[in-house]
């Protein structure tokens, strides 16, 4: 059943891979919490920019885990992400995770009709139905591959409808639809699959929160918007 649910799906949505901005035109900024262990150790943050056929969106992540004193996991990440008439052509980002250096640069090409990606772990084309993995575009859960936004790696996913919730989030009440996102590619190596369960508002297209497992239990949680 779940199958089924995961095609209709894919196949409803497949037509158009890009951002609908007209979803966003009256967003201002998203405000997520980053949430460890049920503990808050970051924020990670989207500014939008409204022109008459463009939107702009600036994202800042920060967070750090620490354990006895020590810090053990760190990003600080900073991107930019530009559409135009619904079309994603440009983005770039910096990011530092425990120190390393990780980027994307991405353009897309007019002529090819695909995307050219400069990334710390990927430089090559890609298809138009990638999307970038950034937790303000509800399009992520239509498209059949996302892009990292840290380092530029394109990986094959499946998303499958779990269940309608009612959601309660700093103490206002949502009515979500709670979706499973997972690589189409059973056999990468555990760090490096997508295992993500996701809860969006359908009412306003809001990604409410984003919950994973890797070195403990993550949450990304809608904190404010307007």
């Not at 990011?95 to 090819?112: A, C, G, I, P």
């Not at 009612?166 to 103490?171: C, D, E, K, M, V």
Request: charged residues 30%; hydrophobic residues 35%; aromatic residues 12%.
């Amino acid at each position: 059943m779940k199958k089924k649910i995961c095609l209709f799906i894919l196949l409803l949505f497949s037509k158009d891979a890009f951002a609908h901005t007209d979803h966003y035109k009256a967003i201002v900024k998203i405000e997520m919490d980053v949430v460890r262990n049920g503990k808050i150790v970051g924020y990670s943050n989207y500014f939008f920019e409204h022109g008459d056929k463009k939107m702009t969106i600036k994202n800042y992540t920060k967070f750090n885990v620490e354990l006895l004193g020590v810090k053990i996991f760190s990003i600080l990440s900073e991107a930019i992400e530009v559409y135009e008439d619904n079309k994603l052509i440009n983005f770039k980002s910096n990011t530092f995770q425990n120190k390393k250096k990780k980027y994307v640069n991405l353009e897309y090409d007019n002529n090819s009709k695909k995307f050219i990606i400069n990334g710390s772990s990927y430089k090559g084309k890609a298809d138009l139905d990638c999307v970038i993995g950034n937790w303000w575009n509800h399009e992520i859960l239509k498209a059949k591959k996302q892009i990292s936004p840290l380092s530029g790696s394109i990986k094959e996913q499946v998303i499958s409808f779990i269940k309608n919730e009612n959601l309660i989030i700093n103490g206002q009440n949502y009515s979500a639809e709670h979706y499973k996102l997972k690589s189409k590619n059973e056999n990468l190596p555990d760090d490096k699959k997508l295992n993500f369960d996701i809860w969006i508002d359908k009412k306003n297209n809001l990604i409410l929160k984003v919950k994973y497992k890797r070195m403990g239990e993550w949450e990304y949680r809608l904190k404010d918007f307007k």
